[in-house]
């Protein structure tokens, strides 16, 4: 079961509401609880949850970065009013699930990448029905569609990239003066509204610490803004 785990490092780093934290952990324990129990396909359904989770959280952090491209892409499209009103990215699930990895061109998904995460889905409705099939029956069956899943989130995480420095560098812009900005410190600033609210991952914040600071050198407050980039390093350095 080791091989599954690294699953959680692309799920939030912690959450500002308990309940969040409260569903991602029941979804590992009942991942957990049937892959030893030898029940691999209810295992599996909730590890595609997870992996749906980590999607939805991306989205968020798309949506946060390219807000008039997400806006744009949400014309006439049905599912308009959840995706643009949504306060979690777990709202994002009354969405259908097809239609929200369209969402992943915004960061220039090539199409197939795009065809493999839909096959996810369409994996996951293969067992999630009373078909009379039991499709994994053995832990090698079980490990091999876990590895899928744990690559394809790795595809999304390097397509992040520029998504993930985008919010870092908005987060630095508008949180440099502590005199301006929710918190006076810089510790209780970063974990609340870079971390918390934009549901980063340990994968995530790992991006963010390599952020090329020296972008920003021409803007007027760059020292402030590399003082607190500084103090994100100094934080979570250790924690990645």
Not at 117 to 122: D, I, N, Q, R, S
Not at 200 to 205: G, N, Q, Y
Request: overall charge negative.
């Amino acid at each position: 079961m080791e091989e599954a785990t690294p699953i959680m490092d692309y799920l939030p780093n912690s959450f500002k509401h308990q309940n969040e934290q409260d569903y991602v952990s029941f979804l590992w324990d009942a991942f957990a609880s049937n892959y030893e129990a030898g029940q691999y396909q209810f295992a599996l359904l909730a590890y595609h949850m997870l992996f749906m989770s980590g999607v939805y959280c991306s989205l968020w952090q798309i949506r946060t970065s390219r807000q008039s491209l997400f806006a744009n892409a949400l014309l006439f499209h049905q599912d308009e009013e959840v995706m643009l009103e949504a306060t979690s990215p777990f709202v994002f699930s009354k969405a259908q699930e097809s239609n929200v990895f369209k969402f992943m061109r915004l960061i220039d998904c090539e199409k197939q990448h795009i065809g493999k995460f839909t096959k996810l889905v369409k994996d996951r409705n293969s067992i999630a029905h009373s078909n009379g099939n039991i499709f994994y029956q053995t832990k090698p069956a079980a490990d091999i569609q876990i590895a899928e899943v744990l690559r394809q989130l790795a595809v999304i995480q390097e397509l992040m990239r520029p998504i993930l420095h985008s919010c870092l560098s908005q987060f630095l812009l508008e949180s440099h003066n502590p005199e301006e900005r929710e918190y006076s410190l810089d510790e209780d600033q970063i974990r609340e509204v870079l971390i918390h609210a934009n549901y980063f991952s340990a994968h995530d914040i790992a991006c963010c610490l390599q952020f090329d600071i020296e972008s920003l050198r021409e803007h007027e407050h760059f020292e402030a803004m590399k003082s607190l980039f500084e103090s994100l390093c100094t934080a979570y350095a250790e924690e990645v």
